[in-house]
């Protein structure tokens, strides 16, 4: 991709405090590539927000990504901010179309850093079809700041057959995670504490979109809730879940798949896999009647191989996760208690 | 607005890491007054976004605040980040309806200092009239931030009677600045430099969209462009719209409004106030023939009482924007050159 996108000719080669002013050396920043390699009808108008028509209902969301990091095995910080809000809306049961983009970059930012993530960002739109619309560039001190922080927006349509709710949620409802846990946040950590494994640990950074739209053409409203297991990893979004819709949930340890070099990592570090951020994974919540097929139609999805069901919806216990552990005892699994790994996306 | 909402009672007075971490601790911070503070439907939801409708077109816009001192005279970061993006929606001839919310704190933040921020962030909605649909929340360590960078995304239904593009500005049009310039600048540079004056300069931070409406109500298509002039000041606007218009731009030093101690402050410190940031100020490209009644019907609102005509779109000397001086000789005026203030938004 790099190789298609050459950085181009500059005469600077770090960022520096004047390319956040609004003044002329954004403007040499901003034209330098960024309005070039994202461009679009919309983004092209360069107003003060963009104009837009959108069909029926909506969804909308944010996020601000700070990954330590920002380059990871499997990605950079770019992608991820794509990813992550892209899938929010997905996770909406909605269809993105219109990113917004607000980089706040620390002074001294090699440009050709800042290009590589450009690129990232790029690709990640064009896997998504997203278009970045609107747009904002802050740069802070030395020291303020932290490399680049990125937040983006996005807006989409609401699928035509998607009622994602938590209300919707009932006893007996299948619980299915769409693949491997655990491998975004052991990356970033395999990094930071300079893990070395027979091949290396790659995050699960990509959209989950057209994923959950085919999903969605076929299952519609029998699809529940859809949500994304990122900080705080499945266990938090579990117990979350089961606290708003007042029902219990009981999971068992065995059914959840992991990658053997993953679960190996979470070991030697004494992390447990249910608490670790995931990028590329989303948890559904679906009608007992279609979780047979909907794991059938998952495993089929390149995104989706291997998808299982890991817990189902109950009356019994309110508000709790029960999870059976390997050896057979039953453990009540709470939220994330403090922090465990700052600064994961 | 503070007495009607007095701070929980907590067991932390500081932001920790873990307030970040998706878990425990992030959806204590949460429930202590967060979700309260700013409850409606569509936030009271919780899911990974906020679904909504909108009619006809849109607009969507988004900034990242990043001020430094986050509190300073006339307002605060929390009701500058709501301002700033419901006047960006409002320069697109937008009604801001909803906005996203995502905040990146550095660890140590006082949680009462939070809460003000907060309480800003509600009492700028109201006056907006807008509603917080969605969010997010980080935390980085000390040092890799500084106490709190806001950003909010927003978006807006286009007013029936609008038609904004710069693509609509001709020779002839006037070009009118809505209040005295370059307060926000100076209220941060004052605090900055530990200037005294005989009253205190305050920023600007207005949201604008009630009055941009109701001048649409009234001049709907004969306003051909409408601007914020943030940061880089009247000046930056002024010659990125002359250079994207391939007109020029006549105006005179004498016909802009500045407060008489925001014009010494200004030569204290030895800036030019055509570069210093706005907050609450728009500048409006019109239709000559509406010209005087749109200024009429903007002194009659409270935040256009000393609005004025500043300039006139030429077809002499394309994309320059020529200044007539107070002593009479004329000037070329350019985009900010370096950095002037920087972290003023």
Not at 3 to 13: E, N, R
């Amino acid at each position: 991709m790099q190789l298609q996108c050459p950085m181009p000719k500059l005469d600077f080669d770090v960022i520096t405090l004047g390319h956040g002013s609004g003044g002329v050396l954004t403007n040499k920043l901003l034209d330098s590539g960024v309005f070039d390699v994202l461009s679009n009808p919309i983004l092209d108008e360069r107003h003060d927000g963009a104009i837009f028509q959108l069909e029926g209902k909506m969804a909308f969301s944010t996020d601000s990504f700070l990954v330590s990091p920002i380059f990871f095995p499997g990605g950079n910080i770019g992608e991820l901010a794509v990813n992550g809000t892209v899938n929010d809306l997905a996770m909406c049961g909605a269809i993105p179309k219109y990113l917004s983009l607000s980089f706040i970059i620390e002074e001294g930012l090699k440009v050709s850093e800042f290009w590589e993530i450009l690129i990232a960002i790029k690709g990640a739109c064009e896997e998504a079809g997203v278009h970045v619309v609107t747009g904002d560039t802050k740069v802070v001190e030395k020291g303020k700041g932290d490399k680049i922080f990125i937040n983006t927006s996005g807006v989409g349509s609401i699928h035509s057959k998607a009622n994602i709710s938590a209300k919707n949620i009932k006893a007996g409802d299948k619980i299915i995670v769409s693949g491997n846990i655990a491998s975004h946040g052991m990356a970033i950590m395999s990094v930071r504490e300079g893990l070395e494994f027979d091949s290396e640990i790659l995050s699960d950074t990509i959209n989950l979109n057209h994923t959950i739209s085919s999903l969605l053409d076929s299952f519609g409203e029998h699809i529940h809730l859809l949500t994304d297991p990122t900080r705080g990893g499945i266990a938090t979004v579990l117990k979350e879940t089961a606290q708003s819709i007042n029902l219990g949930i009981d999971m068992a340890q065995r059914d959840l798949p992991i990658d053997n070099q993953v679960a190996s990592a979470c070991e030697l570090l004494g992390l447990d896999p249910i608490y670790v951020a995931n990028e590329g994974l989303f948890i559904a919540f679906v009608d007992a009647s279609i979780a047979d097929d909907f794991l059938e139609a998952l495993h089929k999805d390149e995104n989706g191989a291997n998808a299982k069901i890991i817990g189902t919806v109950t009356e019994e216990h309110p508000k709790q996760v029960i999870m059976e552990s390997a050896i057979g005892g039953k453990r009540v699994v709470s939220m994330l208690p403090g922090e465990q790994l700052p600064r994961i996306c």
